[in-house]
């Protein structure tokens, strides 16, 4: 257990419709990461936040917005869902930028 | 631009052979850090080992080892005695200081451990 919290485990539902998944971070941990991992593009980075303010952005769609709230959870926002956006939705945390990110179990999203 | 490669997509072993997953990486940076993730049929990730670019010694924890070389950009990891229990996917993945610290992950290697 990496001590990355994350719900729902799965989810599914159709194409257009909106769906939010949160994370918690591991206790101390100020940055969060959301990563997709899809079978035709991999794991990929999305987002990342550190203490509340948006750090980097990777491939994220247009579609898809995150935040992090004061307590440090995060969630992820994916809108007028596509049948390509389902995937599995990890959320990874550490203490400072540099140091190893931990993973959650991730939020399966099928989209029909 | 950051690059993780992992030519190996499949492995096959018999338990208790010895067996190593490839890694070489691209990067123009001078400090960087180097990891492995192991992925195992339950799905989620787990963090096996963190290497930064100035750090070249060989790590070995258990029956897991790992050989860093810069001269031919690669993170070799090995696994001695194999056990069913190993059988995963393995990502290695690159992260960069100024990159917004996400990590670059390679395709993946799925190993198969037989009894």
């Known amino acids: 257990d990496s001590g990355v919290t994350q719900t729902p485990k799965h989810l599914i539902t159709a194409t257009g419709q909106r769906v939010t998944l949160r994370c918690s971070p591991r206790?101390?941990?100020?940055?969060v990461y959301w990563y997709q991992q899809s079978l035709d593009q991999g794991l990929q980075f999305l987002i990342q936040y550190y203490n509340g303010e948006e750090r980097a952005k990777g491939n994220i769609l247009e579609r898809f917005s995150a935040q992090q709230f004061p307590d440090l959870h995060s969630e992820l926002n994916l809108s007028s869902l596509e049948l390509g956006d389902s995937a599995l939705y990890f959320c990874?945390?550490?203490?400072?930028?540099?140091?190893?990110?931990?993973f959650g179990p991730g939020t399966r999203l099928t989209v029909l | 631009a950051q690059k993780v490669t992992q030519a190996q997509t499949e492995i096959s072993v018999v338990e208790k052979e010895d067996v190593t997953l490839d890694c070489v990486y691209e990067t123009r940076d001078t400090t960087y850090y180097l990891f492995w993730y192991k992925q195992p049929p339950s799905g989620e990730l787990v963090f096996l080992i963190r290497r930064n670019s100035f750090d070249e010694q060989n790590e070995i924890s258990g029956r897991y080892s790992w050989n860093f070389q810069k001269s031919t950009s690669s993170f070799n990891f090995t696994i001695t005695a194999s056990q069913v229990v190993d059988s995963a996917v393995y990502f290695c993945?690159?992260?960069?200081?100024?990159?917004?610290?996400?990590?670059?992950f390679g395709g993946g290697t799925r190993l198969m451990v037989k009894p």
């Open positions: 990874a945390s550490s203490k400072t930028v540099y140091n190893e990110q931990f």
């Open positions: 993945a690159l992260m960069n200081n100024n990159a917004g610290n996400m990590l670059t």
């Open positions: 206790s101390g941990d100020l940055s």
